[in-house]
């Protein structure tokens, strides 16, 4: 109950996973298929915002995906991970992906980032409390403030959208 009331500074979840990308991963254009790319992201996040949360977390939306150049067959994909921002039981967890040739010593190259949010799930099913993150770098707090601007637009569109379904 203590991590619930102090909060857990960002690095305490932080995470990387990376993975070889083989022929079994690629797409029709010969590259790496963007839901092997999803799938990596979508584990990262789950690992981090349970980390962070002390328990089982699931994924409740993706906010954004951005897939900025190919990945080849070779390439060691490193997904990068962190809680970015926290609510009472929700978390933003943002994924950058970077990807380098497994046989050259060449700098790794961004190719995605993403945005989710993970909602901390108790023994019930229901959602629990998750204790706040606690920013540390300047860094830190630029990734809580934009996350926080996302949420705020996230809840935005919703409204929007469902006040236009009331329209006839």
């Known amino acids: 109950m203590?991590?619930?009331?102090?909060?857990?500074?960002?690095?305490?979840?932080?995470l990387t996973i990376s993975r070889?990308?083989?022929?079994?991963?690629?797409?029709?254009?010969?590259?790496?298929?963007?839901?092997?790319?999803?799938?990596?992201?979508?584990?990262?996040?789950?690992?981090?915002a349970a980390r962070h949360s002390g328990g089982p977390a699931v994924t409740a939306f993706m906010d954004e995906m951005a897939f900025l150049t190919a990945v080849h067959v070779g390439?060691?994909?490193?997904?990068?991970?962190?809680?970015?921002?926290?609510?009472?039981?929700?978390m933003e967890v943002g994924v950058r992906v970077m990807a380098d040739r497994w046989n050259e010593s060449v700098p790794a190259t961004h190719v995605a980032t993403a945005y989710l949010v993970m909602v901390a799930i108790g023994a019930d099913g229901r959602p629990r409390r998750v204790p706040p993150v606690l920013p540390e770098t300047a860094d830190d707090h630029r990734r809580f403030r934009e996350a926080q601007i996302r949420r705020d637009h996230r809840l935005s569109r919703r409204a929007a959208i469902t006040a236009s379904r009331d329209r006839p």
């Open 2 to 14: 203590t991590d619930l009331l102090l909060g857990k500074p960002t690095d305490v979840s932080r």
């Open 20 to 48: 070889i990308m083989s022929p079994h991963d690629t797409n029709l254009m010969g590259t790496v298929h963007g839901g092997v790319i999803l799938h990596l992201v979508d584990d990262v996040a789950g690992v981090v």
């Open 75 to 90: 390439d060691v994909v490193h997904a990068h991970a962190q809680v970015n921002w926290v609510g009472s039981s929700s």
